[in-house]
């Protein structure tokens, strides 16, 4: 997952830790764990569907938050 970019759309959508654990159903730990990655915490698909939704992201801006790492690939 993408941290950083995930954090960019949550602030774009004026989204807090407090409002995406309400929309998730979540604790706002559990929601901080799957952000960073702590645990081995992921969001699951229904997570990300309710993301989606809510935050209107295409295909690709899903693809770009959830599937990759915040790491640049290497050349």
Do not use: H
Not at 7 to 36: F, H, I, Q
């Amino acid at each position: 997952m993408n941290a950083a970019l995930f954090k960019y759309y949550m602030v774009k959508n004026r989204e807090t830790m407090s409002t995406l654990a309400t929309a998730l159903g979540k604790c706002k730990v559990t929601v901080s764990n799957c952000v960073n990655g702590n645990n081995n915490s992921e969001f699951n698909r229904a997570d990300i569907q309710v993301l989606k939704e809510r935050w209107q992201l295409t295909p690709e801006q899903v693809d770009k938050v959830f599937l990759q790492t915040d790491a640049e690939p290497e050349a």
